[in-house]
């Protein structure tokens, strides 16, 4: 038996995974989450296999979640289920310790061939994903500006484009406002940015907001 754990702060969406799950015979969902806090202390009691994980959730962040749980739970294998389709934040995923990514758009069938593959040991990533880790790995090789921003820069970035406020992120990611506008300050530099209509013509430019150009 194949022991399940959904994480996704839409309960809709947990209910649908629940149902498709369910109709795998060795497939069992033990635990559910709404928020990376309560994905963190289900990883913490449970025992269980996989956690299919949303990265955009309250809380503690997507990336910083996959993290916490490769540390104290290294068994444990992540297929990060998202709404995201750009590159960037596959690979970032599986940098951080996930061994697939799969968006919401996918089938259920290759929701199912994806566990499976994870739970066997191995990783199921696209093969344009497989090809961004592969040119990453090689030195001398162009990476795009966003490349060179840190985990929490990067989830920063992300909010910032979403049209969160400095105040409104420091309390999403519980931090202080001063660390956050630290942040951002540091990011708009790496970007060569000066302005936010710059940072969102820069994320729809690299497909990284699912916003209109102002």
């Not at 399940?4 to 309960?11: E, Q």
């Not at 596959?90 to 310790?97: F, T, W």
């Not at 490349?147 to 105040?167: I, N, P």
């Not at 970007?191 to 969102?200: F, H, I, N, R």
Request: hydrophobic share 45%; net charge neutral; aromatic share 4%.
């Amino acid at each position: 038996m194949i022991r399940i754990v959904l994480a996704d702060d839409h309960a809709i969406v947990r209910a649908g995974l629940r149902h498709i799950l369910s109709l795998v015979s060795d497939f069992e969902v033990v635990g559910e989450a709404s928020d990376g806090h309560e994905a963190l202390r289900l990883a913490r009691e449970l025992a269980f296999d996989l956690l299919v994980l949303d990265l955009s959730m309250p809380g503690r962040s997507g990336m910083e979640l996959i993290k916490l749980v490769r540390a104290e739970r290294p068994k444990v294998r992540i297929l990060v289920l998202s709404m995201h389709q750009e590159t960037q934040y596959a690979v970032r995923a599986i940098k951080s310790g996930a061994s697939g990514y799969l968006t919401k758009e996918s089938a259920p069938g290759e929701l199912e061939q994806a566990l499976r593959k994870i739970a066997a040991g191995g990783a199921y990533v696209t093969a344009e994903v497989a090809q961004q880790l592969a040119l990453g790995a090689m030195p001398g090789t162009d990476a795009p500006p966003h490349d060179t921003l840190s985990t929490r820069e990067f989830e920063v970035f992300q909010r910032l484009v979403a049209g969160d406020s400095v105040t409104v992120i420091a309390q999403q990611l519980h931090l202080s406002v001063k660390t956050v506008s630290t942040h951002k300050s540091n990011l708009m530099h790496k970007l060569g940015l000066a302005s936010p209509a710059d940072l969102v013509r820069y994320a729809i430019r690299h497909g990284l907001a699912d916003v209109a150009e102002p």
